[in-house]
């Protein structure tokens, strides 16, 4: 009997082993195959590929052009990316920005007006914000009264919408701006994938992402200001929805016009295939009605959480680059505000070409930069440190000089 149970013990010990080996050898292999295809992709944009449009400034990604395929209508997405401007922050840590949010960078964020990745600890080079926090699940809520606080104070000009998102949520940012597109940044709103307990209007999944309007997040910020908000709880999105509720900002019904949802805790699969168990938590805490199967998520579906790296490029190829031959989409929904697309669209052309005219001035200036060489780079040093001296003292502020990223 002892034997056998020791056999049964050795067994169990060898399976658990091997399968141990195979996802750190699979997690080896996917890390070291994604930076060779970014190296590529550089080396292809010195030679008249898709430039890299990213601009830094400080702790921000400014996207100078929107990306797309160039032989592709774009002018209706183009016109949004211009009309309904979208600032993504991103919840990391400095342990996730290399097996989570450089995939997020290399993926759906590219899509965004502006992104910032927010850590606890700073990261100039990726770049990251620190906001100074530790890490954790208790240190959640801290992290995003102060990242919503960092753009209010350094961005609040440059997006009209303000997108919250974990490092392992993808988003479809132009299907986001379809729903954008039907209010105005001066209503006091936001949207998410809707919970409905602790609270009478309900609040929004943090896992599935949501966006406040500009109106919502000068609200949010004044309410810890005048201190009608303050930190109640470690559980971040009913925390934040609560705050929110107090300072009469509506939670706004994110489904599209055929009552499908946009926004998803979970990913595709478990949507589409999976069958939730009645007891699960899931039926009591939704909003609206559970629909499974195909008919779980709309056709302009916004977000899906739990994302792993691999299946961030994979619903990146689905979104923007898998079609089916000789169909046109059988949904299309309007745009409210922009009721004249075509007209409209027509201005699009020049401001496109401003902006690539705008991406390679700065790449020829930074080329010129680099060619000074070591004096310049001694000059640029010496400024940065007495700028950071000058601001050291703001909380959350960072070097604010652009440069753009090659």
Not at 276 to 289: L, Q, R, T
Not at 306 to 334: C, D, I, K, Q
Request: charged share 25%; proline share 4%; glycine share 6%.
């Amino acid at each position: 009997m002892k034997g056998s149970s020791t056999r049964w013990a050795f067994s169990l010990g060898f399976l658990m082993g091997a399968c141990g080996v195979y996802f750190f050898l699979r997690q080896v292999w996917f890390e070291r195959s994604y930076p060779v295809l970014s190296e590529a992709q550089e080396k292809a944009s010195t030679v008249g590929a898709t430039p890299n449009s990213w601009r830094k400034e400080g702790g921000a990604l400014i996207n100078l052009l929107h990306p797309q395929h160039a032989d592709e209508d774009s002018r209706v997405a183009d016109l949004l990316y211009q009309k309904v401007r979208v600032l993504c922050w991103v919840m990391t840590g400095p342990y996730n920005l290399e097996s989570r949010a450089r995939h997020v960078k290399a993926t759906w964020s590219r899509h965004c007006n502006v992104v910032v990745f927010m850590s606890s600890v700073e990261d100039p080079d990726f770049p990251a914000v620190g906001l100074g926090t530790k890490e954790g699940r208790d240190q959640l809520y801290w992290k995003t009264i102060r990242a919503f606080h960092y753009v209010y104070e350094h961005h609040a000009d440059e997006a009209d919408w303000f997108l919250k998102a974990d490092d392992d949520t993808f988003v479809v940012v132009d299907n986001l701006r379809w729903i954008l597109s039907n209010h105005t940044p001066e209503e006091p709103i936001y949207f998410g994938k809707r919970f409905k307990p602790y609270t009478k209007q309900g609040y929004m999944s943090g896992g599935a992402g949501y966006v406040l309007s500009k109106e919502a997040l000068r609200r949010f910020v004044e309410g810890f200001r005048t201190k009608v908000c303050t930190h109640t709880t470690p559980v971040e999105d009913l925390a934040l929805g609560q705050c929110l509720e107090k300072m009469n900002v509506l939670a706004g019904d994110s489904r599209d016009t055929l009552h499908r949802e946009t926004f998803h805790p979970f990913v595709p699969e478990h949507h589409l295939t999976g069958k939730f168990s009645k007891s699960f938590w899931y039926w009591s805490y939704c909003y609206y009605p559970i629909v499974e199967g195909a008919q779980c998520c709309s056709d302009l579906a916004v977000s899906f959480h739990y994302v792993e790296p691999e299946l961030m490029y994979t619903l990146e190829y689905y979104t923007y680059h898998l079609r089916a031959y000789g169909y046109r989409p059988r949904y299309r929904p309007s745009v409210r505000h922009y009721k004249n697309l075509h007209a409209l669209s027509q201005t699009v052309v020049t401001t496109k070409l401003k902006a690539a005219q705008e991406l390679t001035n700065a790449r020829n200036h930074t080329s010129a930069f680099s060619v000074r060489g070591n004096q310049t780079k001694a000059e640029t040093k010496s400024e940065t440190e007495e700028r950071h001296d000058t601001l050291k003292s703001r909380p959350f502020t960072g070097n604010r000089t652009a440069v753009t990223q090659g």
